[in-house]
């Protein structure tokens, strides 16, 4: 069965620092990784994804994260946070053979000004 | 594009009865639906995968005769959580996708039931 664990509950950074939230999924074959943010009272938004080909995906808003076979991570970073970046972020996991999507239990992200 | 709706976004119910959840693809032929349920401060747990004209398979420990999932068209599906307590109080998404989107999904804005 397909999981994803995602290793922080709450980071809280200051303006301008670097984010980085890990995701680990358990999954042998090919996988497509995606992560999600969830906005205070929005609904979830793609920020990317990965489907193959360079590992180093860019997303929206100055995300990116990068696709590491051999740790099955896919950890999400931004060099610099903003307080708008206030949500919560989900990682997914789609593998080869299933249908659905997994998803990790969540990160929130606090920015503060 | 990609857009998927839900109504109704809230809702508030009575023990005991029944309350439907409709999810729409507004700008597409939706193969396959997903229903999530969502808890406070919580991750997503998939609840059913319906396909259209077909049954929805449901996830283990999810009672399917309590959720009613119908996938009567390409661009709708509902959810009815029959005789609702309290407990099934949660905030209930849908998602959807195409058969030209092959992984991903497009979520609803999900709607927040509430059961008295």
């Known amino acids: 069965a397909q999981s994803v664990s995602q290793h922080n509950h709450h980071v809280i950074l200051s303006e301008a620092a670097s984010l980085e939230l890990g995701c680990n999924y358990s999954y042998g074959g090919t996988v497509n990784l995606f992560w999600y943010v969830q906005y205070p009272g929005q609904h979830l938004q793609l920020l990317l994804k990965y489907f193959s080909g360079d590992p180093l995906v860019k997303g929206i808003k100055g995300f990116e994260a990068e696709f590491i076979k051999s740790k099955f991570s896919f950890n999400l970073r931004k060099p610099s946070v903003q307080w708008s970046d206030t949500a919560e972020y989900f990682c997914?996991?789609?593998?080869?053979?299933?249908?659905?999507?997994?998803f990790g239990a969540g990160t929130r992200l606090t920015v503060k000004p | 594009g990609a857009v998927v709706s839900q109504h109704p976004s809230r809702v508030i119910c009575k023990s005991g009865t029944s309350v439907k959840i409709e999810c729409r693809s507004l700008?597409?032929?939706?193969?396959?639906m997903f229903w999530y349920r969502q808890f406070p401060k919580q991750s997503l747990m998939l609840m059913a995968t319906s396909n259209e004209g077909s049954k929805a398979t449901y996830e283990q420990g999810v009672e399917k005769d309590k959720f009613l999932i119908n996938h009567a068209s390409l661009t709708l599906s509902t959810l009815t959580v029959t005789s609702a307590h309290p407990e099934d109080s949660s905030f209930y998404i849908c998602s959807a996708r195409g058969a030209s989107f092959t992984y991903e999904q497009y979520f609803g804005p999900g709607t927040r039931l509430t059961v008295t």
């Open positions: 997914a996991v789609n593998s080869e053979g299933y249908h659905d999507m997994r």
């Open positions: 700008d597409f032929q939706a193969t396959t």
